[in-house]
């Protein structure tokens, strides 16, 4: 006897919920015409939440929770949006009231303990009694993670441990992965027990799937664009898989239910209304500018020095997304100036290090420059800003009106977007300290409170 295992999937959504409507409907529909003894399974591969999105920050995620529950999600990874932009407590329970098991192979505390909120595998049984094995792997962005009291194994290694010892249990394994293409073919080679690959974290794109060795892999791209499917055809009396085939549904081209729109007001409303506290009080308005310095860049420059307590400070103007009016300032007034998921980081450098960095901050490309990623929310790049470093027209630098010395060690205060080597190569081995988990508008939150203190003073 053969049997059709239903195995959905999503990867990546970001917080994009503009498709949500239209995927929780289209995987209802799917799972109620398949029937209640179908093999069906539902799984999300991990950054389903952005905290750029001011329902996801309203909520610390727990909103993203409720929806896949709604959704009737069987089991979920986690990627590095969930992982490392909430803190220790806000990770430990964002899934406290989730209807869905979530995976993750190589996670555990700094004791090297398993959280209670994570299965490090599952067996699945289907109505049939199919048993389908699930792994699962995040980023290994581990000396972030240690930041929050977590450790990340190297995952390939790990999910060879796991995977030989949970093949011989099973009739199908499948791997979660929000570890990213490259990653996913290694995977493929080096662990051919795997049948299935669903992956994530480089948002790729696989139309029909694509078969390395005996592994399928399937992706489905970023911001809920498509939602994937895998059908496998299995053999009760072989006990194997005897075909299998990935393929993708445009969002964009699943009818959307009738109340679409009503439901993203709720959203938004309900972050709104969760924002709607004053963290401080602004003596005097504050504009952005994005080729330029303003009135808002020193303010954030010294924010982020008065925070760190680093010689001198180096930020793009682009991540200035909205003025900060005069008078009370809330959540969501930062959230809408700040919304990327970007925390502080100081470097330490000789005087002849950060002359080069200074050198390389004058690309004339980059202001107008689009960035996609690197925890990015914005535009452009805008200019590159710096406090308590200033450069003459005869070419003398100085840190804190003294001139810059060769030999002599600084610190730079800077965004941790600017250590993964893409803009400043030299600055992605350099000797560095995150700081964790406050993100860029939680030091502005910080610094308003405390100047307002002063000004009452």
């Not at 917080?15 to 289209?26: D, G, T, V």
């Not at 529909?29 to 750029?52: P, V, Y």
């Amino acid at each position: 006897m053969r049997e059709t295992i239903y195995i959905y999937h999503t990867n990546d959504l970001h917080s994009h919920l503009e498709n949500w409507p239209a995927i929780h409907q289209f995987l209802s529909n799917s799972r109620k015409n398949l029937g209640a003894q179908a093999s069906f399974l539902t799984l999300d591969i991990g950054d389903h939440l952005d905290r750029s999105n001011i329902f996801t920050e309203g909520t610390l995620g727990k909103g993203n929770v409720h929806l896949l529950n709604e959704a009737k999600y069987d089991y979920v990874t986690i990627g590095n949006n969930e992982g490392i932009t909430l803190s220790h407590e806000d990770l430990e329970t964002l899934y406290i009231d989730a209807n869905f098991e979530v995976i993750v192979s190589n996670f555990t505390d700094l004791d090297g303990e398993i959280p209670s909120w994570i299965l490090p595998y599952k067996i699945h049984v289907t109505p049939s009694g199919i048993k389908i094995g699930i792994v699962a792997a995040t980023a290994n962005y581990d000396i972030y993670y240690k930041k929050l009291g977590w450790h990340v194994q190297e995952p390939i290694p790990r999910l060879k441990e796991v995977c030989h010892m949970l093949r011989p249990q099973v009739d199908i394994l499948i791997c979660m992965s929000h570890l990213g293409m490259s990653l996913d073919e290694i995977i493929s080679l080096e662990i051919p027990e795997i049948d299935l690959i669903l992956g994530s974290h480089t948002h790729h794109v696989f139309e029909e799937g694509k078969v390395i060795g005996s592994s399928l892999q399937a992706a489905t791209g970023k911001y809920g664009m498509n939602v994937g499917l895998v059908t496998m055809e299995f053999d009760h009396v072989a006990r194997g898989i005897q075909s299998k085939k990935a393929e993708l549904f445009r969002a964009e081209s699943l009818p959307n239910p009738a109340d679409a729109d009503e439901q993203q007001l709720i959203w938004e409303n309900e972050g709104i209304a969760e924002m709607s506290r004053i963290v401080f009080y602004n003596p005097s308005a504050l504009k952005k500018e994005w080729f330029m310095e303003s009135d808002l860049s020193h303010f954030f420059g010294k924010a982020l020095l008065s925070f760190t307590n680093a010689d001198c400070a180096m930020f793009p103007a682009g991540i200035f997304l909205k003025d900060l009016q005069q008078g009370p300032i809330t959540a969501r007034d930062l959230h809408q100036c700040l919304p990327h998921p970007i925390n502080p980081c100081v470097i330490t450098l000789t005087g002849a290090e950060l002359l080069e960095v200074i050198r390389t901050g004058k690309n004339e490309k980059w202001p107008k420059l689009e960035v996609k990623g690197l925890g990015f929310r914005g535009n452009y790049l805008g200019a590159i800003l710096y406090e308590q470093l200033q450069e003459l027209e005869d070419g003398t630098v100085l840190i804190k009106a003294t001139p810059l010395e060769l030999e002599k060690v600084y610190t730079l205060a800077t965004l941790d977007m600017f250590t993964f080597g893409y803009f400043f190569p030299s600055l992605k081995f350099a000797q560095k300290q995150y700081f964790m988990p406050e993100m860029i508008r939680d030091i502005v939150k910080w610094y308003g409170q405390r100047e307002k203190f002063e000004y009452e003073s």
